[in-house]
């Protein structure tokens, strides 16, 4: 069947098979995770940095937990982006690429989310050896607040706009 036999799908304005939707959407959430996993290496990186400085050792116990807890979920946030490519490596073939395009859209709002908290606590730790844990809790509070506007809320307002179709 050509490009031009098949139907206009309504929601999106392709013409496409549900294979070529699929394959699209994994090629978009694969595109996704490779931007992202550079932001959580380079952010992982910087972490891993720190024990090494002189000035670390001079970390009172919450300058300590809040790092330790970055760390993880530094780790964590590594974790979440390799989840997708392991799944496809196991799943590849078995033609089930709906399960594995709706498991890794999964994965990629856990890892936007865990990105996010990422980026958070690192502004606090900053804020927090650099100033002050007042001004590391408003610095923090703030991208906090940048982060659900852009994560959450444009997302939201956008979907709710008659001119935005679902994919």
Known sequence: MSDDELPENPKSGRRET????LDRKWEDLLQELRVMQTGAQLLAGFLLTLP???RFGSLDDVQKGLYLALVLLATLTTAM???????????????????????AHVLVWGVLTAI?????????????MVIDRTWSSIAAGTM????????????????????????
């Open 18 to 21: 549900e294979e070529e939707r």
């Open 52 to 54: 090494f400085q002189d």
């Open 81 to 103: 982006i390799m989840g997708p490519i392991a799944i496809h490596r196991r799943l590849s073939g078995r033609h089930v690429k709906e399960r594995l395009v709706a498991s």
């Open 116 to 128: 996010a908290l990422l980026v958070t606590g690192i502004v606090m730790f900053i804020f927090d």
């Open 144 to 167: 906090a607040l940048v982060m659900v506007t852009l994560l959450v809320l444009l997302p939201h307002h956008l979907m709710k706009r008659d001119d935005v179709a679902s994919p």
